[in-house]
């Protein structure tokens, strides 16, 4: 038992003589380049319904929010729907449930030759602070979910920058990125957008519903 004292006695002194853990200290905010940080992708849609049964027109746009950076970036071209090219360009879906949860859609890719534009280097351009890029273009269709069912449904458009991946899966050296070539991959999202999908008979149910009043 006395032989354990001195131990604690130790142990007390080397605590207090042991200086104090200052406040921790926040890393310096990165100021660098930053695609994924800097660079937005914008989806707008204009109604509030639509027919079941149709695929609905979601317009997307990348913004560059930074004040300071420049960026390249890859305008999409004949492939970019697939991923077989620079850069990947699509939509996911989600449904809101009756036990109000959010399930994901099944896409529907439309079908297609195996010709695509490979030469995605010659689209590649300088966004500059608060420039605005049009994303989805005439190579870009429609969001195809099938949309059969009344209920709300949500979008988000995808716009992936693999680093020079094609359709072949092998990612294409450094030298043929053109401009791109130290540019690493990144993915953004967008903003979802909520529509309502509606059946004729819905449709004809509301306006009874507005008719009489209820």
Same mark, same amino acid.
């Given at each position: ?16 003589? +042991?200086?104090?853990?200052? #406040? ?5 905010? !990165?100021?660098?380049?930053? !695609? ?14 639509? #027919?079941?049964?149709?695929?609905? !027109?979601? +317009? ?5 929010? %930074?004040? +300071? ?10 492939? %970019? ?21 959010? @399930? ?6 439309? %079908? ?37 069912? %009344? ?6 458009? !995808?716009?992936? /920058? ?18 791109? /070539?130290?540019? #690493? ?20 149910? @509301?306006? @009874? ?6």
């Amino acid at each position: 038992m006395r032989a354990a004292i001195p131990a604690v006695l130790t142990g007390l002194v080397l605590a207090l003589l +042991a200086p104090a853990a200052g #406040p921790e200290v926040a890393p310096p905010p !990165h100021d660098g380049p930053d !695609h994924a940080r800097d660079l937005k992708l914008v989806a707008a849609f204009e109604g509030k319904t639509v #027919p079941a049964g149709t695929s609905p !027109h979601v +317009a997307l746009t990348l913004v560059n929010t %930074s004040k +300071a950076n420049t960026y390249l970036v890859v305008k999409p071209g004949d492939g %970019s729907e697939c991923g077989w090219r620079e850069p990947h360009v699509y939509f996911t879906a989600e449904q809101l449930s009756a036990q109000r949860k959010w @399930e994901p859609l099944q896409r529907y890719g439309l %079908s297609r030759c195996g010709l695509y534009d490979f030469d995605w280097p010659k689209d590649v351009v300088e966004l500059k602070p608060g420039e605005k890029l049009a994303v989805t273009n005439n190579w870009i269709p429609n969001p195809d979910f099938r949309l059969q069912f %009344s209920g709300k449904v949500r979008v988000t458009g !995808h716009y992936d /920058y693999q680093a020079g991946k094609g359709k072949s899966g092998v990612v294409r050296a450094v030298e043929n990125r053109g401009r791109m /070539y130290d540019t #690493p991959a990144f993915a953004i999202a967008s903003n979802p957008v909520e529509f309502e999908v509606v059946r004729p008979r819905d449709q004809q149910s @509301e306006a @009874e519903r507005a008719r009489d009043g209820k």
